[in-house]
């Protein structure tokens, strides 16, 4: 969430500098501008809204307002509107797409400073034979192997080192589980 509310921000500042630019010299707003924004926006809400309904299962409200940001995602993306749960399968489906084949942030962990694209050195001795671009793995293993991820009981997971917060809910009933990484 805290990726995705970034985002959000960063979207929103470039927005509010297009429209600037545009107000110094008119015609140069480009249109997707306003809809990069829109949806970073609406992704982080209904990505955090989930995860707060996932949490308290009273909480009818989160649920519904969760439903609306996917529909309102579904309509930026030309699609019509569908029932709540079926909107927030697809909110995470979405989620998880883009995690995968988004844009890469400007601190991407896999290197490539924002722009998809690594550098791949063979060495011999120590000394650089070759090198040519790569795509960037965004910092996630190929092949993650499922027994490095750990849970326990507090909702705290570990996985390469590093300790993440859980839902409360074991891997196999936890619905963000597959966008974790």
């Known amino acids: 969430v805290g990726t995705l509310m970034l985002d959000s921000a960063t979207e929103y500042h470039l927005w509010q500098q297009a429209i600037a630019a545009d107000r110094r010299t008119p015609g140069i707003v480009a249109p997707d501008r306003l ?4 949806y970073s926006y609406l992704l982080a809400r209904g990505v955090a809204l989930d995860v707060v309904a996932l949490q308290s299962q009273g909480d009818i409200h989160s649920a519904a307002q969760c439903a609306r940001a996917a529909n309102e995602l579904r309509r930026l993306d030309g699609i019509g509107a ?97 966008t974790r990484r």
């Open 35 to 38: 809809r990069q924004h829109e």
């Open 82 to 178: 569908v029932p709540q749960e079926t909107a927030r399968t697809w909110l995470r489906a979405t989620y998880h797409e883009r995690l995968l084949r988004g844009p890469h942030a400007w601190d991407c962990p896999g290197g490539c400073g924002g722009d998809g694209i690594v550098m791949t050195y063979d060495y011999e001795d120590g000394v650089i034979v070759h090198q040519e671009p790569d795509e960037c793995d965004r910092g996630f293993r190929a092949d993650p192997d499922p027994d490095e991820s750990v849970r326990d009981g507090a909702g705290q997971g570990v996985h390469d080192g590093q300790h993440h917060v859980g839902l409360g809910v074991s891997g196999a009933d936890d619905p963000w589980a597959s």
